[in-house]
């Protein structure tokens, strides 16, 4: 597809359980994002994916969470034992290299409800 | 680290007139800006950058100006529409590749 691609786009888990969000980037697209947004907050990030290197695993907020991005295009997010204040949108975004700018395109989220 | 912020969580305008959105920014080393523009319900939308090495770019009803001595830029609209409605963000980056992003100034545009 033309843009970044992501599934689920609403998801709804019970307290505990394990969820996987899948991203879809831009074909080409050698840089992968995964921020989170919570209601009506800013964009917090979390994992960065360049090409072949280690990802920059940084921005996670506990061991509960991990990432993987497999041929260096498609990337799961995946949290463990989900507690409610997981609930928040995962956004995932894609750029080309640096050279082109940094300016990273996001997809629609995933929209992940802890109840 | 770096932090962004913006000054105004939430803007009313009314249909027509001119809108500025300001951001803040703390890391001088950033050299690499964006706005996005988030509707309810979606991702991200690119908007328009701008690097340090400029001080203002316009595109389409859109201006972007940097002011690097104050960590500052600011997004103006004009003839702003019920159509611009929508969550603005201002992102900086520098250095690292990692875009950090403000927490976002709610446009309310009037008819």
């Known amino acids: 597809g033309a843009g970044v691609s992501q599934s689920p786009s609403n998801k709804v888990t019970e307290k505990g359980k394990d969820v996987e969000l899948r991203c879809d980037p831009i074909?080409?697209?050698?840089?992968l994002y995964w921020y989170r947004q919570s209601l009506g907050q800013g964009l917090e990030f979390l994992i960065y994916f360049q090409g072949n290197s280690a990802p920059d695993k940084s921005g996670l907020p506990s061991d509960r969470f991990s990432a993987e991005r497999t041929g260096g295009s498609v990337s799961t997010l995946t949290i463990q034992r989900t507690q409610q204040e997981d609930s928040a949108v995962y956004l995932c975004?894609?750029?080309?290299?640096?050279?082109?700018?940094?300016?990273?395109?996001f997809g629609e989220g995933s929209w992940l409800t802890v109840v | 680290g770096e932090s962004v912020g913006l000054h105004l969580p939430t803007l009313s305008v009314q249909e027509g007139d001119n809108s500025i959105i300001n951001c803040a920014y703390s890391?001088?080393?950033?050299?690499?800006f964006i706005w996005y523009k988030q509707e309810s319900g979606k991702g991200p939308q690119f908007i328009i950058d701008?690097?340090?090495?400029?001080d203002k770019r316009q595109g389409q009803r859109v201006t972007v100006l940097l002011n690097k001595t104050v960590k500052h830029l600011s997004l103006q609209i004009a003839a702003t529409q019920p159509g611009d409605s929508a969550v603005y963000f201002c992102?900086?980056?520098?250095?690292?590749?990692?875009?950090?992003f403000g927490r976002g100034t709610s446009l309310i545009v009037h008819p």
């Open positions: 701008i690097r340090s090495n400029m």
């Open positions: 992102a900086a980056s520098g250095g690292s590749y990692i875009p950090t």
């Open positions: 975004a894609s750029s080309p290299d640096r050279e082109a700018g940094n300016t990273i395109y």
């Open positions: 890391n001088s080393a950033s050299d690499y």
């Open positions: 074909s080409g697209h050698t840089a």
